[in-house]
């Protein structure tokens, strides 16, 4: 990434303030690749990607349907965080589309303090 893009980036991360009603999305797209963005509506969103009056990219490889959803975002902070997942490589993006794995150990373990009756 271009360093003003980081400056700017940085920038925009410390003077976040508003109301949270961004999201960052990913769709996925035909050909297997990825699209990153932001949107307050990411429905409304994906209907405009799919009537073609979306981004250029989605225009010429049509966006198959959302893999990856994240609110809860001011505007600068969504800008931040799309152009932290597209500076990730594909196999990063690609992990964050994927449900977390339920841990082998899941249930197994005490809560902190407290102690085995003998």
Known sequence: MKPVYKRMLK??????SGEKEWSVYMLR???GSLYT????????????????KGAAYTRTH??????????????SEALV??????????????????PPAPSARAGTRRPRGSRRSR
Do not use: F, N, W
Not at 11 to 16: I, V
């Open 11 to 16: 920038a925009l991360a410390q003077k976040s």
């Open 29 to 31: 797209c035909e050909g």
């Open 37 to 52: 963005g932001i949107a307050k509506d990411v429905e409304a969103r994906l209907a405009a990607h799919r009537s073609g």
């Open 62 to 75: 049509a966006p198959l349907g959302l893999v990856y959803e994240q609110a809860g975002y001011t505007r």
């Open 81 to 98: 965080r799309e152009a932290a997942i597209k500076s990730l490589p594909k196999e990063r993006k690609e992990a964050l589309t994927r």
